[in-house]
Nanobody, 126 residues
Framework: EVQLQASGGGLVQAGGSLRLSCAAS????????IGWFRQAPGKRREGVSC????????YYADSVKGRFTFSTDNAKNTVYLQMNSLKPEDTAVYYC???????????????????WGKGTQVTVSS
């Protein structure tokens, strides 16, 4: 069974940092596209950062570019999202997701993925 467990959320002040982790089981990260998505109440889901190794490029949403960094530890089947310079508008539930490889990192962040984990809440106060 494909399982994704996100953790590391919390409450931080604007300008602070958090590192989210997503531990995967039931599949190997290296064989899948992986992404971070977020959703705030009343807003559309947003693809924050996605990676498909066929593409080879890490995609970042314009809203987080330069502030967030996507990385993986394939030996641990874990993906990370380092979030710096956090803003109140970053407040959302953050989800880790996965999909079989498709060839475009940006495409997955735009249209979504097949496998989703439970989200972790990130709240950024002013």
């Amino acid at each position: 069974e494909v399982q994704l467990q996100a953790s590391g959320g919390g409450l931080v002040q604007a300008g602070g940092s958090l590192r989210l982790s997503c531990a995967a089981s039931g599949f190997t990260f290296d064989d899948y596209a992986i992404g971070w998505f977020r959703q705030a109440p009343g807003k559309r889901r947003e693809g924050v950062s996605c990676f498909d190794k066929i593409d080879g490029r890490i995609y970042y949403a314009d809203s987080v570019k330069g502030r967030f960094t996507f990385s993986t530890d394939n030996a641990k089947n874990t993906v990370y999202l380092q979030m710096n310079s956090l803003k109140p508008e970053d407040t959302a539930v953050y989800y880790c997701a996965a999909n079989v490889l498709g060839g475009s990192s940006e495409w997955f962040c735009t249209y979504g993925m097949d496998y989703w984990g439970k989200g972790t809440q990130v709240t950024v106060s002013s």
